[in-house]
């Protein structure tokens, strides 16, 4: 009888790159690592961003779609690959089995942390962008362009970790909170970066044309880039 067996695990390599940086984020936000210590799972509901994923590790194993969860509220997506080397690595450099909520520093170098933060924020983060016509003065409405950047986890020492970093590479601080879902048990927190400090931000995060990115999130940024 014939079998279809799987993809042979892939000859990664763990030197770092910014493509490789870009993947930890993606991996410390929506990846997780199977407590069969050799599998890495990565879920999305965004297409393109499993398939940048994917590109960047040079993956041949097929995406397939994640069954609805608890808190789904879109289809997502997935992508599992086995390999025991990159596995171990990424638990020397601070991730873990279930990672969610003890998850604090990573271990990224300096000239990637860059890469590393732009997978974080397109990971499990958001750079928004609004109109503000609720100004008012003397009669007059004036129209502001709002924009925030914002990352988000379940654990407060990872983001005051972040931001401490953040601080000393940018000279930005942003703000942090937390809040409960009624549908969760756990807290979850996010740090938040108002215009004037998101001005500086986006620049640093893009710092160069063609980087691995959620294209959608992209599109905003480079409005505030250009100008």
């Not at 397109?122 to 003397?138: L, P, R, W």
């Not at 972040?162 to 740090?191: A, H, P, Q, T, V």
């Not at 004037?196 to 980087?211: A, G």
Request: one cysteine or more; glycine letters at 4%.
């Amino acid at each position: 009888m014939w079998v279809q067996l799987p993809p042979p695990a892939p000859k990664m390599h763990t030197k770092w790159s910014p493509a490789l940086a870009y993947v930890v984020g993606l991996i410390t936000t929506d990846g997780s690592l199977s407590n069969d210590r050799r599998h890495i799972v990565f879920t999305s509901s965004d297409l393109q961003l499993i398939k940048t994923f994917k590109k960047c590790l040079s993956l041949k194993n097929k995406i397939t779609l994640n069954p609805y969860g608890q808190y789904a509220k879109r289809q997502s997506y997935k992508i599992q690959f086995s390999n025991i080397v990159f596995y171990n690595w990424l638990l020397k450099i601070g991730l873990s089995i279930n990672k969610t909520h003890k998850i604090n520093l990573i271990k990224i170098p300096n000239r990637y942390f860059p890469d590393f933060i732009r997978g974080h924020i397109d990971g499990d983060g958001s750079i928004f962008i609004y109109k503000d016509t609720h100004n008012k003065y003397k009669e007059k409405t004036y129209t502001y362009n709002r924009l925030y950047i914002t990352l988000r986890s379940s654990s407060k020492p990872h983001l005051i970790w972040i931001s401490s970093k953040l601080n000393n590479f940018l000279d930005i601080k942003g703000s942090l909170s937390g809040w409960k879902r009624k549908e969760r048990k756990i807290k979850l927190w996010s740090l938040r970066f108002c215009k004037k400090d998101s001005v500086k931000f986006l620049p640093w995060l893009y710092y160069k044309k063609d980087l691995p990115c959620l294209r959608r999130k992209y599109k905003i940024a480079k409005i505030f880039i250009r100008n």
